[in-house]
Protein backbone atom coordinates (compact mmCIF):
# COMPACT_ATOMS: atom_id res chain seq x y z
CA UNK A 1 0.00 0.00 0.00
CA UNK A 2 1.22 3.49 -0.80
CA UNK A 3 2.41 5.95 1.87
CA UNK A 4 -0.24 8.37 1.38
CA UNK A 5 -3.17 5.63 1.32
CA UNK A 6 -1.61 4.19 4.27
CA UNK A 7 -1.52 7.55 6.38
CA UNK A 8 -5.02 8.03 5.21
CA UNK A 9 -6.16 4.28 6.31
CA UNK A 10 -4.39 4.62 9.81
CA UNK A 11 -6.08 8.25 10.20
CA UNK A 12 -9.42 6.24 9.40
CA UNK A 13 -8.80 3.70 11.79
CA UNK A 14 -8.13 5.89 14.69
CA UNK A 15 -11.26 8.34 13.78
CA UNK A 16 -13.13 5.02 13.49
CA UNK A 17 -11.85 3.57 16.82
CA UNK A 18 -12.51 6.88 18.60
CA UNK A 19 -16.23 7.40 17.72
CA UNK A 20 -16.68 3.69 18.37
CA UNK A 21 -15.39 4.82 21.98
CA UNK A 22 -17.22 7.61 22.08
CA UNK A 23 -20.62 5.72 21.08
CA UNK A 24 -19.84 3.11 23.88
CA UNK A 25 -19.82 5.88 26.46
CA UNK A 26 -22.45 7.43 24.72
CA UNK A 27 -24.85 4.25 25.82
CA UNK A 28 -23.15 4.27 29.07
CA UNK A 29 -24.30 7.44 29.98
CA UNK A 30 -27.83 6.35 28.88
CA UNK A 31 -28.26 3.82 31.09
CA UNK A 32 -26.80 5.61 33.99
CA UNK A 33 -29.17 8.13 33.52
CA UNK A 34 -25.35 10.83 33.32
CA UNK A 35 -25.99 14.83 32.15
CA UNK A 36 -23.46 13.72 30.07
CA UNK A 37 -25.58 11.34 28.33
CA UNK A 38 -26.98 13.99 25.91
CA UNK A 39 -23.71 15.90 24.42
CA UNK A 40 -21.91 12.30 23.92
CA UNK A 41 -24.65 11.50 22.00
CA UNK A 42 -24.32 14.77 19.71
CA UNK A 43 -20.41 14.00 19.94
CA UNK A 44 -20.97 10.44 18.81
CA UNK A 45 -23.56 11.21 15.94
CA UNK A 46 -20.62 14.07 14.68
CA UNK A 47 -17.84 11.25 14.71
CA UNK A 48 -19.83 9.27 12.72
CA UNK A 49 -19.93 11.62 10.40
CA UNK A 50 -16.52 12.46 10.48
CA UNK A 51 -15.64 8.78 10.67
CA UNK A 52 -17.49 7.97 7.38
CA UNK A 53 -15.51 11.36 5.36
CA UNK A 54 -12.40 9.51 6.59
CA UNK A 55 -13.18 6.14 5.31
CA UNK A 56 -14.37 7.94 1.46
CA UNK A 57 -11.02 9.78 2.39
CA UNK A 58 -8.71 6.46 2.33
CA UNK A 59 -10.98 5.66 -1.32
CA UNK A 60 -10.35 9.14 -2.95
CA UNK A 61 -6.50 9.14 -1.53
CA UNK A 62 -6.10 5.21 -3.13
CA UNK A 63 -7.70 6.04 -6.53
CA UNK A 64 -5.86 9.44 -7.20
CA UNK A 65 -2.84 7.41 -5.89
CA UNK A 66 -3.48 4.43 -8.79
CA UNK A 67 -4.64 7.35 -11.39
CA UNK A 68 -1.46 9.12 -11.08
CA UNK A 69 1.07 6.06 -10.54
CA UNK A 70 -0.67 3.67 -12.26
CA UNK A 71 -1.61 -0.08 -10.46
CA UNK A 72 1.82 -1.06 -9.07
CA UNK A 73 1.71 -4.51 -7.79
CA UNK A 74 2.53 -6.82 -10.63
CA UNK A 75 1.68 -11.05 -10.10
CA UNK A 76 4.89 -12.99 -8.32
CA UNK A 77 4.63 -15.48 -11.70
CA UNK A 78 4.70 -12.54 -14.07
CA UNK A 79 7.53 -10.84 -12.15
CA UNK A 80 9.59 -14.01 -11.81
CA UNK A 81 9.14 -15.04 -15.58
CA UNK A 82 10.43 -11.02 -16.79
CA UNK A 83 13.50 -11.61 -14.24
CA UNK A 84 14.30 -14.87 -15.57
CA UNK A 85 13.95 -13.31 -19.21
CA UNK A 86 16.11 -10.77 -18.04
CA UNK A 87 19.26 -13.02 -16.05
CA UNK A 88 19.29 -14.81 -19.56
CA UNK A 89 19.31 -11.59 -21.87
CA UNK A 90 22.12 -10.67 -19.71
CA UNK A 91 23.47 -13.72 -19.80
CA UNK A 92 24.04 -14.24 -23.46
CA UNK A 93 24.92 -10.80 -23.73
CA UNK A 94 27.77 -11.59 -21.26
CA UNK A 95 28.81 -14.55 -23.39
CA UNK A 96 28.81 -12.60 -27.29
CA UNK A 97 31.20 -10.02 -25.41
CA UNK A 98 33.36 -12.89 -24.20
CA UNK A 99 33.41 -13.91 -28.09
CA UNK A 100 33.98 -17.46 -28.52
CA UNK A 101 34.98 -20.24 -26.05
CA UNK A 102 38.52 -21.81 -26.81
CA UNK A 103 37.99 -25.43 -27.56
Do not use: E
Given at each position: MP???RTAAVRAVLIMSLTII???VAFLCTLA???LAF??????VAGTVVATWS???VWVTRQVWNQRNGVVSVPSSTARRMRRERRAARR???ARSRGPSPP
Open positions: DPVQAVGSWPMVLSSVLDAAR
